[in-house]
């Protein structure tokens, strides 16, 4: 059974710094694409970075290139966001998600992780 298991959420101000960890069991995920999204209080769930598990294939959307970074550690199954320099408008839930990149019906989700920018 697949599990995506997201931890490293919490409140900070604005300006400060979160990691983001994304644990994944349960298959090899070599041909997958593993990436970040975002809900926030009353909007459509965003994609915010993605990286390929295999090859590293990396890519961002415009609100957070240069305060992301996005990387996995293949030994240890995990996912990682780092995020810098935070805005009250990054406050959302953030969620892990894995897509299989020659199957893209086979999709799985994390149960998210709360992440607070205060002002």
């Known amino acids: 059974q697949v599990q995506l298991v997201e931890s490293g959420g919490g409140l900070v101000q604005a300006g400060g710094s979160l990691r983001l960890s994304c644990a994944a069991s349960g298959r090899t995920f070599s041909d997958y694409r593993m990436s970040w999204f975002r809900q926030a209080p009353g909007k459509e769930r965003e994609f915010v970075a993605s990286?390929?598990?295999?090859?590293?294939?990396?890519n961002y959307a415009d609100s957070v290139k240069g305060r992301f970074t996005v990387s996995r550690d293949n030994a240890k199954n995990t996912l990682f966001l780092q995020m810098n320099s935070l805005k009250p408008e990054d406050t959302a839930v953030y969620y892990c998600?894995?897509?299989?990149?020659?199957?893209?019906?086979?999709?799985?989700w994390g149960q998210g992780t709360q992440v607070t920018v205060s002002s």
């Open positions: 998600n894995a897509r299989n990149r020659y199957a893209l019906n086979i999709d799985y």
């Open positions: 990286i390929t598990w295999s090859d590293g294939n990396i």
